[in-house]
């Protein structure tokens, strides 16, 4: 997942930083005046950082341990380690510090005939976490736009 998503977003930024860097005047360098680029700040520094995250993380998990519609997935589940990984992955997802070493979604995932269902129901419970800490519109969807991916790997029964 690094690649997949860390790199997205270094490349996004720089894409974003370098956009006017092509220089294709003739005015020589002591004729420039030094221009201001604005620097966008990553979506983890928009989100709070690694604090803000761990608490919608605590949300979300709670929001999932109160909906009848897939809690009982989790039941065998070490909480405190799915906690620590989801913040890992979702810090590292955003352009922050973290690095997520757990297992890929596809094998984590495999055989456990999750459905689109309860693939929709998770989201819910995220998005309602999201809310809960009024992250604004523009962040969580582009949250949801780096997660929703992973929907192919975890989901397997339509």
Not at 81 to 93: I, N, P, S, T, Y
Request: proline content about 5%; aromatic content about 4%; overall charge neutral.
């Amino acid at each position: 997942m690094e690649s997949k998503y860390g790199m997205g977003v270094m490349l996004l930024v720089a894409v974003a930083l370098c956009g006017g860097c092509a220089d294709t005047g003739t005015v020589s360098e002591s004729q420039r005046s030094p221009v201001a680029v604005p620097v966008t700040k990553s979506l983890y520094d928009r989100l709070g950082g690694k604090p803000a995250i761990t608490a919608v993380v605590e949300q979300f998990v709670a929001n999932v341990a109160a909906d009848g519609r897939i809690n009982n997935r989790f039941a065998t589940t070490d909480i405190p380690r799915l906690k620590g990984h989801l913040v890992d992955q979702v810090c590292q997802a955003t352009g922050g510090p973290c690095r997520y070493q757990g297992r890929d979604m596809k094998a984590t995932h495999l055989g456990m005939q999750i459905s689109s269902a309860d693939f929709g129901a998770l989201v819910q419970d995220l998005v309602a976490a999201l809310e809960r800490f009024n992250v604004p519109a523009g962040e969580k969807g582009e949250l949801l736009a780096l997660l929703g991916p992973l929907k192919k790997d975890i989901v397997e029964v339509p």
